[in-house]
């Protein structure tokens, strides 16, 4: 298999097959497109990344594991790492807050999360089975990178969020290893984040298209200043027929190339997707959760109806308060107020509807597992239809 990349690549050789692991994860001869490069129309103001390292000290790093093995198998997976605050992600925990719309899936230390209102390190996305080795790597990065606590110890229950990939990536074989968490933990950096097949989103599909992670932000003007609202998401739902774009809708004309349909002849929903909200305004833990609920406003703007086997699970974090430690004696906070939240709420609807098209968007033609196949959304088709809709910038 050849690959042509200008990223980082590290070669792994395990028991003869050779994994090429690297990121960020774009091919130099396939400039990235988003969205709004095609004239989808959205509404709100983007960040200069579009991204959510928009807000600022939030850190991304992605590892992406490809590799073609015998007997048909494939591996196809990755981990996400997001850095609420960068390199001070290992000392200083931020207020959060998480939201479950439909629970056939996984997000680890939610218990204490909801509990304390900390959230105490990085978030990592990864693939359904790779939760357990994730989540131990996290601890162990985070023991060696951090100061233990005033006990002495170091005690962590980390957030650990997965989607399926199945379908492209030989799941059961447990590829995903330490080193690939480490790598995107040290990796993690501001600027623009890797979209599409890479990172956790690697071997993920949306709509039954190729999909995978994807990004947005938004500006808010606001009484005491502007603020940055940024959303990360790891896409792996929803059925063709419901696919709607900036309010087309896109699933109901493109019917050709479904994933998984080769198997099912009428696919449910049993999918899954992660959405990460991160801000730089003064909220507390309650305000947090109510921001992530707000998240599902945007995916089902994009068509999605929550369905039974789908795991919809959503944290939300804030940067302000660097003293909004765990112990220690009383100290100052600062706050927006309930009456203020309203430009928050529909920047987060915003930047989740853009990021689950920039996922879609940049999702590259995938062969995986078994030959097993997912086809990437046409974007010249996805532009006549938009076209005919009179939805299109361009």
């Given at each position: 298999m050849r690959m042509i990349l200008n990223a980082k690549i590290v070669m792994l050789l395990v028991t003869g097959y050779c994994f090429n692991t690297f990121f960020p994860t774009a091919l130099a001869d396939d400039k990235p497109v988003r969205a709004r490069g095609l004239g989808i129309?959205?509404?709100?103001?983007?960040?200069?990344?579009?991204?959510?390292?928009?807000?600022?000290?939030?850190?991304?790093?992605?590892?992406?594991?490809?590799?073609?093995?015998?007997?048909?198998?494939?591996?196809?997976?990755g981990v996400t790492a997001i850095l609420p605050r960068g390199t001070e992600t290992h000392d200083k925990p931020v207020f959060g807050g998480y939201f479950s719309l439909n629970g056939n899936g996984e997000m680890t230390g939610t218990a204490w999360l909801e509990e304390s209102g900390m959230l105490e390190g990085p978030i990592l996305i990864t693939n359904t089975h790779s939760v357990g080795t994730v989540r131990d790597a996290s601890i162990a990065w985070r023991v060696a990178a951090g100061a233990a606590d005033a006990s002495g110890y170091w005690w962590s229950l980390p957030v650990v969020a997965e989607t399926w990939d199945g379908w492209l990536n030989d799941i059961n074989g447990f590829h995903v290893k330490a080193e690939h968490v480490t790598e995107a933990l040290?990796?993690?950096?501001?600027?623009?984040?890797?979209?599409?097949?890479?990172?956790?989103?690697?071997?993920?599909?949306?709509?039954?298209?190729?999909?995978?992670?994807?990004?947005?932000?938004?500006?808010?003007?606001?009484?005491?200043?502007?603020?940055?609202?940024?959303?990360?998401v790891q896409a792996n739902y929803g059925t063709r027929d419901t696919l709607r774009v900036a309010g087309v809708p896109v699933g109901?004309?493109?019917?050709?190339?479904?994933?998984?349909?080769?198997?099912?002849?009428?696919?449910?929903?049993?999918?899954?997707?992660?959405?990460?909200?991160a801000t730089n305004a003064p909220l507390l833990p309650h305000q947090l959760k109510?921001?992530?609920?707000?998240?599902?406003?945007?995916?089902?703007?994009?068509?999605?109806?929550?369905?039974?086997?789908?795991?919809?699970?959503?944290?939300?974090?804030?940067?302000?308060?660097?003293?909004?430690?765990?112990?220690?004696?009383?100290?100052?906070?600062?706050?927006?107020?309930?009456?203020?939240?309203?430009?928050?709420f529909l920047a987060v609807v915003e930047a989740t509807e853009e990021a689950i098209i920039n996922a879609l968007v940049a999702g590259r033609d995938m062969t995986g597992n078994m030959g097993h196949t997912a086809k990437a959304i046409s974007h010249k088709a996805l532009q006549d239809i938009m076209r005919q809709y009179n939805r299109l910038n361009k």
């Open positions: 129309p959205f509404d709100g103001t983007p960040g200069h990344f579009n991204a959510i390292t928009d807000v600022p000290g939030v850190t991304v790093g992605e590892t992406t594991i490809i590799a073609d093995l015998p007997d048909g198998k494939a591996v196809r997976t040290n990796g993690a950096a501001s600027g623009p984040v890797g979209e599409g097949n890479v990172g956790g989103g690697t071997g993920m599909i949306c709509h039954q298209f190729k999909c995978g992670t994807g990004t947005s932000s938004r500006i808010i003007e606001m009484n005491d200043g502007p603020y940055s609202v940024g959303v990360l109901k004309h493109l019917q050709e190339d479904k994933a998984y349909s080769e198997n099912n002849t009428r696919f449910t929903e049993t999918g899954s997707i992660i959405i990460v909200v109510r921001l992530s609920r707000r998240a599902a406003l945007g995916l089902a703007r994009n068509g999605s109806y929550a369905g039974n086997g789908s795991g919809d699970i959503f944290v939300a974090f804030s940067t302000a308060n660097q003293n909004a430690l765990q112990s220690g004696p009383k100290t100052a906070i600062t706050m927006i107020t309930n009456d203020e939240m309203d430009p928050l």
